[in-house]
């Protein structure tokens, strides 16, 4: 590495968060973020509102980010984007401005795939964090995605396996709403799943094939259950809400795992990494743990404000592209299916 001295600014706007983060060499000095609030009255992300919102909040999240790094865009080396996958609408307020500001001041523009960046956020320079040697594994679960993914290097990955239907992070958000939960309810149902007995209930784990996932099933499953109980007991959730979440998280936890024990024997790649929002759940990260024990495994899980959507993965990736001169023209546009 020749030149010490880089600063790029990544940029996010795939979903329903507006975030923006300057990165220098490999450290992050700021990481903003705006969620948009709005979409929890409709109990999940509605695409128009969101682009809306990423169009009010881009200009000020993208000043509070360089202000807070404490530079002036001037010092920028280069402007870093989520190019896709996500919402069209969404993905095109952050490729244009993107676009716009790198145009303007002179400097290259580079184009990040968010899937990639999940995965690579575990290369931001981070005390007490430790990084994978390549080859890993890593398994990126969000109400978005669900991956296991094999990484050579940073830039030869290879999905090898993925949901067919709905994304753990849906899972667990659509339980919640069969509950009666708010939205996301993921971080609720993690909360009482600590005060639930895991073995109150029991789901069947859907059947798929090889290192592929499926959970719209298990919704189903969840519901008809439900509706069952409370034709006996009116009360049925109320009484055993605890209960129905942590058997709930106890299935969606073994689902995850089996696979990556599956991914893991057939790879023979014992570094395990996770990323996504949903790997904020305290199940899964004990899981994680528990099988460094059980079947030596190597795990790593990013620092939080990492795993959930954020610029700073954006701006990883930009800095790593920086260095290899991977520049994207004027001429890219935003990928809804942006694949791996
Ligand atoms: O990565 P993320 O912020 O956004 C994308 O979907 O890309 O992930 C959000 C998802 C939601 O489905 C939310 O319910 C889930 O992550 N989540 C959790 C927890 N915290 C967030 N799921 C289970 N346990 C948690 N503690
Ligand atoms: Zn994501």
């Not at 795939?14 to 060499?25: K, Y």
């Not at 996770?274 to 899981?287: D, K, L, M």
């Amino acid at each position: 590495m020749a030149e010490q001295n880089i600063f790029i600014l990544g940029i996010e706007s795939s979903c329903d968060d507006t975030a923006a983060s300057v990165i220098h060499n490999g450290k992050i000095l700021s990481n903003v973020i705006a969620n948009q609030k709005i979409h929890e009255e409709y109990g999940g992300v509605v695409p128009e509102l969101a682009s809306r919102a990423h169009q009010q909040n881009i200009v000020p999240v993208v000043a509070q980010a360089l202000a807070k790094a404490n530079i002036t865009k001037d010092k920028l080396h280069a402007v870093a984007f989520t190019r896709g996958p996500g919402l069209m609408g969404s993905l095109l307020v952050g490729t244009s401005f993107a676009k716009s500001l790198a145009y303007g001041l002179n400097i290259p523009l580079i184009d990040v795939n968010h899937m990639q960046a999940h995965i690579l956020a575990h290369y931001i320079e981070e005390e007490g964090f430790n990084k994978p040697p390549f080859p890993f594994l890593a398994m990126t679960i969000s109400g978005g995605h669900t991956q296991i993914v094999r990484v050579n290097s940073y830039f030869d990955m290879t999905v090898i396996g993925e949901t067919i239907d709905d994304a753990v992070g849906e899972a667990f958000d659509k339980s919640g709403k069969i509950l009666g939960l708010g939205y996301p309810a993921g971080p609720e149902i993690d909360k009482r799943a600590k005060l639930g007995n895991p073995k109150a209930f029991k789901f069947t784990k859907p059947k798929v094939d090889g290192l592929n996932f499926s959970f719209s099933g298990l919704k189903t499953a969840i519901l008809y259950f439900v509706q069952n109980e409370t034709k006996k007991n009116p009360r049925f959730i109320e009484d055993n809400l605890n209960d129905i979440c942590a058997s709930i998280q106890y299935t969606i936890i073994g689902i995850l795992i089996d696979k990556l024990k599956t991914a893991s024997k057939q790879t023979g790649i014992k570094h395990i990494a996770i990323g996504g929002g949903v790997s904020a759940n305290s199940g899964i990260r004990q899981a994680l743990k528990d099988g460094e024990q059980k079947f030596g495994w190597t795990t790593y899980v990013p620092k939080f404000e990492f795993t959930t959507d954020n610029a700073a993965m954006i701006a990883i990736v930009g800095y790593l592209k920086y260095l290899e001169g991977d520049f994207s023209k004027q001429t890219v546009t935003a990928s809804a299916r942006l694949k791996i």
